[in-house]
């Protein structure tokens, strides 16, 4: 499967993107998948997560009840509806996919197979 981040850009604090990752190849609804970010000079960290049907999710806190991670498995869509947007959450943002056999959500970036390639968000103060 191969996945397409689009939507990020520069928006002032308090602001808000919604990330999109549109997969093609195969059908996401056999995927759990999730949302990673990396700052500048720093690893890559966990951001949200949901399991293939849309059920489950699951968020680092830093983001919750900021964050929205969803999913439209007929689109091949997976979104992130970021607000109340922070400096700290500029980073480049991931999406990514593994195959999942029931409703299960996974924050570790090692359990995931397919990464998309990443668009940059950048939040102004």
């Known amino acids: 499967v191969q996945l397409q981040a689009s939507g990020g850009g520069l928006v002032q604090a308090g602001g808000s993107l919604r990330l999109s990752c549109a997969a093609s190849?195969?059908?996401?609804?056999?995927?759990?998948m999730g949302w990673f970010r990396q700052a500048p000079g720093k690893e890559r960290d966990f951001v949200a997560a949901i399991s293939r049907g849309g059920v489950i999710t699951r968020y680092v806190d830093s983001v919750k009840g900021r964050f929205t991670v969803s999913r439209d498995n007929a689109k091949n869509t997976l979104y992130l509806q970021m607000n109340s947007l922070k400096p700290e959450d500029t980073a480049v943002y991931y999406c990514a996919a593994l195959l999942s056999s029931g409703s299960y959500y996974y924050t570790r970036e090692v359990d995931y197979t397919y990464w998309g390639q990443g668009t940059q968000v950048t939040v102004s103060s």
């Open positions: 190849g195969r059908s996401l609804s056999m995927y759990a």
